[in-house]
T-cell receptor, first 114, second 115 residues
Framework: NAGVTQTPKFRILKIGQSMTLQCAQDMNHNYMYWYRQDPGMGLKLIYY???????DKGEVPNGYNVSRSTTEDFPLRLELAAPSQTSVYFCASSPRGTFSYEQYFGPGTRLTVT | AQSVTQLGSHVSVSEGALVLLRCNYS??????LFWYVQYPNQGLQLLLKYTTGATLVKGINGFEAEFKKSETSFHLTKPSAHMSDAAEYFCAVSFSTGTASKLTFGTGTRLQVTL
């Protein structure tokens, strides 16, 4: 199993550009999550999904959109990039949402908006 | 709302010394607690977790943590630090909220191991 994969690893965007961060998992997990990590701030939840077709906002959803058309994929869309979105983005998945299950993380995407 | 506080953003220890990384939480319901480790330029990896049962939890790479309800703490320890332990460590708390549980992370503690 590849686990959770993310592409691209790095990206530089200009202000106002759009892009999609890709996330895929091959563990047949129902639950998937997007986090952003900023220095000294820990990880903040952006969006999450409990299954195909179902998504919900996390702590910091503004400026982002998600979709979940399949169990495997959970892309994160930035419509109008802003410098405040410079961050490292992590995708994670878990087999179900009960709190005893750990989340499995991808390697991250480092995004710079200039 | 639940929250997690990690005391000390940077901790430096000598190789072979005790590692102690502190984590305190607040939660209105019984928490489930996690420690994750992040090596440079990598994603997070689970070290250990507390769900129910024994309050002393053993994890990978010789780490362990003890859940102390009276102190609302879940400190991470390792008797003897190794150079390979240098990384960032995150404490996280979770509880079920309807359809999905979500993790609330602390701000992280960077562990430096010196010769």
């Amino acid at each position: 199993n590849a686990g959770v994969t993310q592409t691209p690893k790095f990206r530089i965007l200009k202000i106002g550009q759009s892009m999609t961060l890709q996330c895929a998992q091959d563990m047949n997990h129902n639950y998937m999550y997007w986090y952003r990590q900023d220095p000294g701030m820990g990880l903040k939840l952006i969006y999450y999904s409990v299954g195909a077709g179902i998504t919900d906002k996390g702590e910091v959803p503004n400026g982002y959109n998600v979709s979940r058309s399949t169990t495997e994929d959970f892309p994160l869309r930035l419509e109008l990039a802003a410098p405040s979105q410079t961050s490292v983005y992590f995708c994670a998945s878990s087999p179900r949402g009960t709190f005893s299950y750990e989340q499995y993380f991808g390697p991250g995407t480092r995004l710079t908006v200039t | 709302a639940q929250s997690v506080t990690q005391l000390g953003s940077h901790v430096s220890v000598s190789e072979g010394a005790l590692v102690l990384l502190r984590c305190n939480y607040s939660s209105s319901v019984p928490p489930y607690l996690f420690w994750y480790v992040q090596y440079p330029n990598q994603g997070l990896q689970l070290l250990l977790k507390y769900t129910t049962g024994a309050t002393l939890v053993k994890g990978i790479n010789g780490f362990e943590a003890e859940f102390k309800k009276s102190e609302t703490s879940f400190h991470l320890t390792k008797p003897s630090a190794h150079m390979s332990d240098a990384a960032e460590y995150f404490c996280a708390v979770s509880f079920s909220t309807g359809t999905a549980s979500k993790l609330t992370f602390g701000t992280g503690t960077r562990l430096q191991v010196t010769l």
